[in-house]
């Protein structure tokens, strides 16, 4: 008996449409001999759409994007509700049933989908769902919090200087930033809001001019900034997969290696343009080295509070140093992300990854399910 899997994408971020190509990629590769697959969109006013793969259409003005098709039949707006476990789609106004979902393999990237807002719904649901729970996920997605718990961990990372949005505020306040920092620093920085991912709003920059503008730029998707020192060096990615909560230890897949051909890995390099970097998958180390990263990745997906998945980001330095960049706790799944090319690399195809993803959600939910609720007075 196969089980339904709704995926659910989309969502109210900067990294929508990155959302859709990973659901759509998602869609066509599930075990249809296990799970039924059903795409759940939340469009950018919030409404939940179900609906089919061909509601993801191409968006006309930038052919590298997918966009929701206005609404149709075949996507009209349900309201989320639960059951038994089991997540129900209710059509509105009617509220005549649509569907039961088994699991969700949750695929929002950005604001209210991997920052753990959208776990904790799914946990008061009581429903099964893919990747880290609520703490990893909020963890992962404040990159200011990770980094405070990876230097109290002793793990190396970028240098940083953290900055709200009030002190921001005055005219020149962004102006004598750029100063403090710079000395402080040296050049180039970057520039990055704190609780958002895929690169959106990141900029590099070594005038003051540019730092305002980027800090500007920054504020459009959070109040707080955060601003990194440059660090020199090759960019290697390591995709992680488990639990240590459950029967199967997290391990770390083959490391690839990020070549950008401009200053950094974009957002267009990420997703949408596969010229834009090269992916060197996997890439080789020397066996010492490459023991070392699938270590390191492991030791911050244990202290980042991550479960299920996440790939973990770092700096390769000239003098064999390695300095952690960050954890993305629902990476990409589009057909160029790293995550699944790494484990396909590493001997574990997307089909079975997914699988195994799905398996680690329903086993988190039996264990959740045999904690005890209610305390015994003696």
């Excluded at 994007?65 to 059509?91: F, K, M, N, W, Y």
């Excluded at 949408?272 to 911050?300: H, I, K, N, S």
């Excluded at 954890?327 to 990409?332: R, V």
């Amino acid at each position: 008996m196969t089980q339904t899997i709704g995926i659910l994408c989309g969502g109210r971020s900067g990294e929508h449409e990155v959302s859709l190509q990973s659901a759509l990629s998602i869609h066509g590769a599930l075990d249809r001999s296990r799970y039924a697959p059903l795409l759940v969109a939340i469009d950018k006013a919030g409404r939940w759409r179900c609906g089919s793969p061909e509601a993801l259409v191409l968006d006309p003005q930038d052919p590298a994007r997918i966009r929701l098709a206005p609404e149709t039949p075949e996507a009209g707006q349900v309201v989320p509700l639960s059951e038994g476990g089991r997540l129900l789609l209710l059509d509105r106004p009617a509220y005549a049933e649509r569907a039961r979902l088994d699991a969700v393999f949750p695929i929002i990237h950005g604001t209210d989908g991997e920052d753990g807002a959208l776990q904790g719904l799914l946990r008061m649901l009581d429903v099964p769902f893919v990747g880290c729970d609520v703490l990893g996920s909020a963890i992962g997605m404040d990159k200011d919090v990770a980094k405070r718990l990876l230097a109290q961990a002793g793990l190396a990372c970028a240098p940083w200087q953290t900055l709200r949005a009030p002190e921001l505020a005055a005219p020149e306040a962004a102006g004598r930033w750029f100063d403090r920092l710079r000395e402080r620093f040296g050049l180039p920085l970057f520039i990055k809001p704190a609780r958002l991912g895929s690169s959106v709003g990141v900029s590099r920059v070594e005038a003051p001019q540019a730092f305002v503008r980027a800090v500007a730029e920054a504020l459009r998707y959070d109040e707080k900034v955060l601003v990194e020192q440059a660090v020199p060096g090759r960019e290697v990615e390591c995709s992680v997969l488990g639990s240590f909560y459950g029967k199967e230890a997290p391990r770390a897949s083959l490391p690839g290696e990020v070549r950008p051909v401009s200053d950094f890995y974009t957002y267009r390099a990420k997703y949408l343009d596969a010229e834009a970097a090269e992916l060197v998958v996997p890439v080789r180390l020397g066996d010492e080295l490459e023991r070392r990263v699938q270590a390191l990745a492991v030791r911050v997906f244990d202290v980042l509070e991550c479960e299920g998945m996440a790939r973990v980001d770092l700096f390769l330095k000239q003098d064999g140093a390695l300095v952690v960049n960050e954890a993305n706790t629902l990476p990409g799944f589009t057909a160029i992300s790293m995550y699944p090319k790494l484990w396909a690399a590493s001997g574990l195809p997307y089909p079975a990854l997914l699988t195994r993803l799905i398996e680690l959600a329903f086993e988190r939910q039996r264990r959740r399910a045999a904690l005890q609720r209610e305390y015994e007075r003696g």
